[in-house]
C-alpha cells in the first residue's frame, strides 16, 4: 500500500539530507580509535557540504567489519559543526593533517571514500596537494564532478555568500571546478563515482565521470531509489563500495 503524501515526503527529504537527530543533532562526535593504520587497508572518509562526519556510522561500522581501518576529520564549519568550508581550503588543511596522521601511526597509504563535496575536497588533494602519493583509489558517492545547480539553493540558504561561499564553488562552470577538470586526475589512481538517479542534491547527469582515452581507471557506477545521503549508508551502494576497495587493493602498485 502506498504511503500518504506527507510520508512519502518525509521519507524523500530524509533520504536526500539525512537524518536531523543521527546526522545534525549528534555533530562530529565519533568514537576515536587508533588501530585504523594497523590494518591491511585503510579508508579515508570525508563527508560533504553542511554535513557531519556522524554520517558515515553505518559504512565505518560495514568496513571494520569487513577488517578495514578507518578514520575521519572534523571538518569544521558553521558553529563549529557543519562543514562549509570551501573545497580547495579544505583540502589544503587535510594534505596536512593527513602527513602529521601519517607520521604519528607509521600509515604510508590508504583508500579515500568521499561523499558529495567530500569528493572534490579528495579529488583537489589527489591532483594538487601531493595525495597522488598517498592514495591508492578514491570512490566518490553522489560527487557533483560538474559541479550541481542545487548549489544555488544553497548559496541562498548561506545568505549569498555572508555564512560560507563554498556554494559557489560547486555551482557548473566554478572557477574551482575548471581548474579542477584542466589538471589530469593520476591515471593509475582509480576514480570511481557512485551516483543515483534518485538524487535530488545532485542529479545524476553531473556525477558522471568522462574519462578520455588514457584513463581506463575511471569508472561510474549507478543505482537506483537511493537518495543522495542515503548513498553513505545503503548497502547494496555498500557492496559496490567494498568490490572497488578490493579491486583497488589487488591491483595497487607500491610507489
Request: aromatic content about 10%; some cysteine.
Amino acid at each position: 500500500m502506498a504511503r500518504p503524501p506527507p510520508a512519502w515526503f518525509y521519507d524523500l527529504l530524509r533520504s536526500n539530507l539525512g537524518s536531523v537527530r543521527k546526522v545534525y543533532l549528534r555533530g562530529n562526535r565519533v568514537v576515536r580509535r587508533g588501530d585504523f593504520a594497523q590494518h591491511a587497508e585503510t579508508v579515508l572518509l570525508l563527508h560533504g557540504f553542511f554535513q557531519t562526519r556522524a554520517v558515515w556510522e553505518v559504512m565505518e561500522d560495514r568496513l571494520r567489519y569487513d577488517g578495514y581501518g578507518v578514520f575521519s576529520f572534523d571538518l569544521g564549519g558553521l558553529l563549529h559543526r557543519f562543514n562549509t568550508r570551501r573545497p580547495a581550503d579544505l583540502a589544503q588543511g587535510i594534505a596536512e593533517k593527513i602527513e602529521r596522521v601519517c607520521e604519528r601511526y607509521g600509515l604510508e597509504r590508504f583508500h579515500i571514500v568521499g561523499h558529495s563535496q567530500g569528493g572534490l575536497v579528495a579529488r583537489q588533494y589527489v591532483q594538487v596537494h601531493g595525495g597522488h602519493r598517498r592514495v591508492k583509489s578514491l570512490v566518490t558517492l553522489g560527487t557533483p564532478h560538474h559541479g550541481t545547480p542545487t548549489a544555488l539553493v544553497g548559496s541562498m540558504l548561506m545568505l549569498g555568500g555572508t555564512l560560507s561561499a563554498a556554494p559557489w564553488d560547486l555551482l557548473p562552470g566554478s572557477r574551482f571546478l575548471r581548474r579542477l577538470s584542466r589538471d589530469a586526475f593520476p591515471a593509475d589512481i582509480p576514480l570511481v563515482s557512485i551516483y543515483s538517479k534518485h538524487d535530488l542534491v545532485c542529479p545524476y547527469p553531473f556525477s558522471i565521470l568522462r574519462p578520455g582515452p588514457e584513463q581506463a581507471s575511471m569508472r561510474n557506477h549507478l543505482v537506483r531509489g537511493v537518495g543522495h545521503t542515503e548513498l553513505t549508508c545503503d548497502a547494496a551502494v555498500y557492496r559496490l563500495v567494498r568490490a572497488e576497495l578490493e579491486r583497488a587493493s589487488a591491483g595497487a602498485a607500491p610507489r
